[in-house]
């Protein structure tokens, strides 16, 4: 699995800390390692890769799935739906319903 | 003050041998000759101590019902609450606060006859594995005062084997109970998830953390045990669903111990042979030792630091300068006070764990870690539930080495935390894991075993840790 970006100081802000310039680096590297180490929760377990959430009235589904699954969601439902890496799907009156 | 079963000890006093007063007065020298060098006390209340140790020798000088533990001194880790005592969890955040309340494991005890002596040292908030993350100084072991007492609960750990009480509660949530236990030679147990209330223990991870016994011996952590096991109506998890705890005899034949042969090449070479080792005792003891398949430790310890970390971030969010402890000055906003009270009152660890768990906790993080570390939770359980299918209990290191010194801890950050991949499993799985010494290594620091169970069978692993000491006690 690809290392994620890590806004360091978005992180902070959320956690209400503000760290100096040297934390700030020393917390970004170290929170890189641990992601690479805790790839391996990736690869032994078997989790929903599609994550299809709702936002108002559009279904929004993640794109990169691992490869073990039989179909991605792309395949699903088009290329033609796929925004930075998200499938977003509108529902329909009914299926609001 | 000699290390001294308490069971031993109640039957001196009962006997009028000895006074609940002497006793304590022994373990208040103790602790003036060990804490210059030792460090396990954060706060003593020796005066207090005193008095209540004469109440309770005036108890039995009258004949007096009196509690399956009177007299016997005990100390608490620094992140139990205890009503008009201060409570710190080893954080400058926490550094003034007096605790309104006191913890139902305290009253337990306390309602026994127990004397609480003092607070003892830990990791901050109980964030670290060797107690050197505390605000007020690292803990040293007794042993060796130039090697860690483990963590978080070294303080306690080092208080009991230095004598300067009989006994202490700690805390485990990823081995924080057991790993002390095992750096100093101890008999530690983290119970399964829901036997003893966690009201009035300062939350860092709700879904794993325990209260915890640290005693000298078997017998003694079965007996503490006890008397901290049951329902409570302040803590919905604590469900009470453990059954008497008499050890009678330490036959164990006919049991069948589980070895994941698999993960010990994570251990160094003296602990995997003292696993071995163990193996064959207990097969010369009647069990049977059949081997067994667990995910790896690195898996168990990506997964533990991912779900304690995520469940810290949120549980320490409390702590922001408004209604508990370190409050900054000179702010002029509230969102300055929040920052600035957290910045100046946590230390680098904890606020290591709360990034890390923030992240975790992130749109990104969610879907990538936490997720996926809830999944590989299940999977730990499921793997444990197939195994208890055949087996009573499963055999595994507490950790990879003995105590090591302070200054060949490592400075990387994830070979510190992948220490903890053997405790991670009973953690994540809730279940009741008992550690016990049973070697040593070329320096002569102990070496422990874990021995874990079936959820609510802390009576099995009891019988079972009862069988090996009594093996390890003869010539």
């Excluded at chain 1, 690869?43 to 490869?67: G, H, K, Q, Y």
């Excluded at chain 2, 127990?114 to 072991?141: P, Q, V, Y």
């Excluded at chain 2, 009647?286 to 898996?299: F, K, N, R, Y």
């Amino acid at each position: 699995m690809p290392l994620p970006y890590i806004n360091i100081e978005e992180i902070e802000g959320s956690a209400k800390l503000s760290l100096s310039r040297e934390e700030r680096q020393e917390f970004s590297e170290e929170l890189l390692r641990f992601a690479e180490f805790a790839n391996i929760l990736g690869e032994f377990c078997d989790s929903d890769p599609l994550e299809i959430r709702r936002e108002d009235n559009t279904l929004v589904a993640r794109e990169d799935i691992p490869a073990e699954r039989h179909c991605s969601a792309r395949e699903i439902l088009g290329d033609e739906r796929v925004v930075n890496g998200y499938i977003r799907v509108p529902l329909t009156v009914e299926e609001e319903q | 003050m000699k290390q001294t079963d308490i069971l031993e000890l109640s039957a001196l006093l009962r006997k009028k041998e000895l006074s609940a007063y002497e006793l304590t007065l022994a373990c208040i020298e103790s602790i003036e000759k060990s804490e210059p060098v030792v460090n396990a006390f954060i706060s003593a209340s020796c005066e207090r101590a005193l008095e209540r140790a004469a109440a309770c020798d005036r108890k039995i000088k009258h004949g007096e019902p009196i509690g399956l533990i009177e007299g016997i001194p005990f100390a608490v880790k620094d992140n139990i609450c205890v009503e008009g005592v201060r409570t710190t969890c080893g954080s400058k955040m926490l550094d003034d606060f007096v605790s309104p309340y006191t913890a139902t494991a305290v009253k337990n005890l306390l309602s026994e006859g127990a004397i609480l002596l003092g607070k003892t040292n830990m990791d901050e908030f109980g964030m670290g594995s060797a107690t050197d993350t505390s605000c007020f100084g690292a803990t040293k072991n007794p042993l060796d005062t130039e090697r860690t007492a483990g963590g978080s609960s070294g303080g306690s750990a080092a208080a009991v084997a230095s004598g300067e009480c009989v006994f202490a509660l700690g805390s485990d949530t990823g081995g924080s109970a057991r790993l002390p236990a095992a750096f100093c030679g101890l008999v530690g147990i983290k119970p399964t998830y829901g036997s003893v209330s966690r009201y009035g223990l300062i939350a860092f991870s709700s879904s794993l953390e325990q209260i915890c016994p640290l005693t000298s011996s078997v017998k003694d952590s079965a007996l503490i045990f006890q008397i901290l096991a049951g329902k409570d109506t302040h803590d919905k998890t604590a469900v009470g669903l453990n059954s008497e705890l008499v050890i009678e005899n330490a036959d164990i034949r006919g049991m069948k111990i589980g070895l994941p042969l698999s993960v010990l090449g994570q251990a160094l070479p003296e602990v995997r042979d003292c696993i071995l080792k163990t193996a064959s005792t207990l097969e010369s003891l009647g069990a049977q030792v059949i081997e067994v398949e667990l995910p790896s430790t690195d898996m168990a310890t990506a997964a533990y630091y991912v779900i304690s970390s995520a469940e810290a971030a949120s549980n320490l969010a409390r702590f922001d300068g408004v209604r508990y402890g370190y409050a900054a000055s000179s702010v002029t906003d509230i969102d300055g006070l929040f920052t600035v009270s957290r910045v100046h009152g946590f230390g680098q660890e904890v606020k290591r764990r709360i990034l890390l768990g923030t992240y975790c906790l992130s749109f990104e993080g969610r879907s990538s870690y936490y997720k996926q570390a809830l999944n590989a939770k299940r999977q730990i359980e499921q793997a444990f539930s197939n195994i208890f299918k055949e087996c009573d209990s499963v055999l595994l290191p507490v950790a990879p080495t003995a105590a090591y010194r302070f200054e060949d801890k490592s400075s990387q950050l994830l070979d510190i935390w992948r220490q903890d991949g053997f405790c991670a499993y009973a953690s994540l799985a809730g279940l009741p894991a008992l550690t016990l010494p049973m070697g040593a290594d070329g320096n002569g620091m102990p070496i422990g075993i874990q021995l874990l169970g079936k959820p609510f069978s802390e009576k099995t692993l009891y019988k079972t840790a009862y069988a090996l000491e009594e093996t390890r006690c003869k010539p």
